[in-house]
């Protein structure tokens, strides 16, 4: 089997490898299918390996049309944005 480090210095994620495979052991990600999807979910994510921080420049606005009922505000808490 391919090691996790193998792969994501392949993907272009060399200097994120160890984190990746610490990441894989820790939530039990073992087989070469689950970490394929998560090194792949990973890679899109992070625009290929090269955004490693969320973009949170989003207004309160934004953030609801984005990501519509997951604000965890009853509607009355919401200020009227929800």
């Known amino acids: 089997m391919v ?7 392949a ?3 060399g200097k994120y490898a160890q984190a990746l ?5 820790r939530f ?5 299918l689950e970490k394929s ?3 792949a979910h990973m890679a899109v994510e992070s625009q290929g ?6 973009n949170l420049g989003y207004s309160a606005a934004r953030l609801l049309e984005v990501f519509p009922g997951r604000n965890g505000l009853p509607p009355q808490l919401s200020g009227g944005v929800a």
Do not use: W, Y
């Open 28 to 32: 039990g990600i073992e087989s070469a």
């Open 3 to 9: 090691s996790t480090e193998t792969v994501a210095a």
């Open 11 to 13: 993907m272009g994620a």
């Open 37 to 39: 999807h998560f090194l």
């Open 49 to 54: 390996f090269t955004r490693v921080r969320e």
């Open 21 to 25: 495979e610490d990441v894989c052991i």
